[in-house]
């Protein structure tokens, strides 16, 4: 039996690359409908602030995937987190760079 008739997809059950850029833009896109261009991700990220009084890292309620994006319009280009761990509008950090 061919793996196309066992998973459906010929990349042995692996996400089509094609189709998770889709999914990922639509996503942006409801988040920002500016964004206009995926540059980089990452899937998983975890935000962390220094403290200088205390000298260490705190870690922030955020994490999830980082997508760097180019938009239409200003600012061109931003920063976003998909926060996993929030829900609601505060679901997502997005900074201009």
Known sequence: MSSAKKG???SGGL???TKA???NMTVLKRIDP???QILASAGQVCL???SVDDQQWQRKNIEGSMFLIKR???PRFKMVVLNKLTTGAMNTLDRPI
């Open 15 to 17: 996400v089509d690359k």
């Open 34 to 36: 500016e964004t206009e």
């Open 8 to 10: 459906g997809s010929k």
């Open 21 to 23: 850029h889709e999914l």
């Open 72 to 74: 239409k319009g200003a």
């Open 48 to 50: 962390y602030k220094m």
